[in-house]
């Protein structure tokens, strides 16, 4: 059926990074056993009140910046009414007239970005686990402080419905709102779709659940624009409804038919006072927002002069961009620092499970190791082998080197008798650089390093050699 064009509009649920839950004490913290971060206000029990999570509110405001929204001075907590097992009250307390912030965007890449609706405060259900003996609730989650960010129905490509999360995720993570792990459940997105005929009225919603990644996103958008376009093509109706995406057999199923605001009985939350986001709050979040990715990609493509690949990579997470800046600073060489992070330091945090916070090395001590380098003191292999031990030991570069005795040998005297040695012990590479074969000299520059552990001047190694062969 041609002329159908889609309408996609998301909504994404992002837990905030905070200690303690949105109305309660309890930890917010994943992983735990189930039922075990609970309070009796996180159970709905009577006579409890919520008490406001201010660390929630600063983080939900640090967000609304982020995006472009605006904050608005006063908001309200309204009571959502539904029974399910997961919310022990039989409401949550969400925000529906008055929501904290209204309007921002989100950038999708090449200059262009998806507007958004709001941005509301609201508490998390808690999650049923179903069993071949039946369904389990863990409410460990219930409670957790969320932001939903809703976007306006303006994407018409499963691709930008991706970028849109991809680029929501990354500010999310780069500002410390949260760690947006789509694993664990910290970031959840529902997708509406709809299809109809260009320049018509949007067609019938329907809203598709379970998607637990970027990828899952895309491909449940374009199974449904599929579905849609051949249910209408044949002549049949679109039922709004609420659906599931099972990626194994990688298709919607039907869940329910789409609850409307009305179905919820939204009223205001006797318990809570109205929200008040004022100045200084404001102000005291956008100084802690500091740079967002896209301006430090900038940053560094133009004040560093930094290659695509490594700005791509340095820029992926705030953390790992602030150690590559206190390193470039502390070794005085932009390149070679980007080069060490990229390579010798994130390999060592995925081998030892660590997070970049808690890394043992510390810019100035790396860049005391880059400083040797420059200055001609240690080879490529002496440094590697004194990064090791700084690792090991939490030593600093002088220390390692000094100990292991690193310092490159650059004296004639010492390297002449081992190039000699090199060239005695293979004849056949020597027997090829007489005959102008060069690249052999690589296997006598081998045999030399070994002998010296790393330790001897490559150049003064090559002069050496081209002498003693007469080369």
């Known amino acids: 059926m041609s002329g159908l064009i889609p309408t996609i509009g998301l909504e994404v649920h992002v837990q905030l990074r905070t200690q303690s839950k949105l109305f309660s004490p309890a930890p917010n913290a994943a992983g735990d056993q189930p039922n075990t971060r609970v309070d009796v206000v996180d159970l709905g029990l009577p006579g409890t009140?919520?008490?406001?999570n201010a660390r929630a509110i600063a983080?939900?405001?640090r967000a609304a910046i982020a995006f472009g929204g605006e904050v608005q001075p006063v908001s309200h907590f309204a009571r959502k009414h539904y029974f399910y097992p997961d919310l022990p009250k039989g409401y949550q307390i969400s925000q529906y007239e008055d929501p904290y912030c209204r309007g921002g965007s989100v950038p999708l890449g090449n200059n262009r970005a998806c507007k958004l609706t709001r941005i509301h405060l609201e508490e998390d259900a808690g999650k049923l686990i179903h069993t071949d003996a039946g369904t389990l609730i863990d409410l460990n989650r219930a409670g957790v402080p969320l932001i939903e960010i809703?976007?306006?129905p303006e994407l018409h490509d499963p691709a930008d419905a991706h970028a849109f999360l991809l680029q929501l995720r990354e500010i999310v993570r780069f500002t410390g709102v949260s760690d947006g792990d789509m694993e664990l459940g910290s970031l959840r997105c529902d997708a509406n779709i709809s299809m109809a005929a260009v320049g018509a009225p949007l067609g019938?919603?329907?809203?598709?659940k379970n998607l637990n990644s970027l990828k899952?996103?895309?491909?449940a958008l374009e199974y449904e624009i599929r579905r849609q376009t051949a249910v209408l093509a044949t002549g049949g109706l679109i039922r709004?409804?609420?659906?599931?995406?099972?990626?194994e057999q990688a298709e919607t199923r039907p869940m329910r038919s789409k609850e409307m605001a009305d179905d919820y009985r939204y009223f205001p939350d006797p318990d809570l006072l109205p929200l008040c986001c004022d100045e200084s709050l404001i102000a005291n979040e956008r100084a802690n927002l500091s740079e967002l990715p896209a301006a430090r990609r900038e940053r560094y493509r133009t004040t560093f002069g930094l290659p695509e690949h490594d700005v791509t990579v340095l820029t992926s997470e705030r953390v790992l961009g602030d150690y590559f800046e206190s390193l470039a600073i502390a070794a005085g060489e932009v390149k070679a620092a980007s080069n060490w992070v990229m390579t010798d330091v994130l390999q060592a945090v995925r081998d030892r499970n660590l997070a970049l916070e808690n890394f043992p090395v510390k810019p100035a001590a790396l860049g005391e190791l880059l400083r040797s380098i420059a200055r001609g003191e240690l080879t490529m292999v002496s440094a590697?082998?004194?990064?090791?031990r700084m690792l090991d030991r939490g030593e600093d570069a002088h220390t390692a080197i000094e100990t292991l005795g690193l310092h490159?040998?650059?004296e004639e005297s010492v390297l002449a008798p081992l190039v000699a040695a090199a060239i005695a012990a293979l004849p056949a590479a020597t027997a090829d650089i007489k005959r102008g074969q060069m690249r052999a000299l690589d296997a006598l520059k081998g045999h030399v390093m070994r002998a010296t552990r790393g330790r001897a001047d490559p150049t003064a190694v090559d002069r050496l050699l081209k002498q003693q062969l007469g080369s």
């Open 240 to 247: 709004q409804e609420t659906r599931l995406w099972n990626d």
């Open 408 to 410: 490159k040998i650059t």
């Open 204 to 208: 019938t919603k329907v809203e598709i």
């Open 59 to 61: 983080l939900a405001v």
């Open 49 to 52: 009140l919520p008490v406001i």
């Open 384 to 388: 590697k082998q004194a990064f090791a």
């Open 150 to 152: 809703v976007g306006e």
């Open 216 to 219: 899952m996103v895309q491909r």
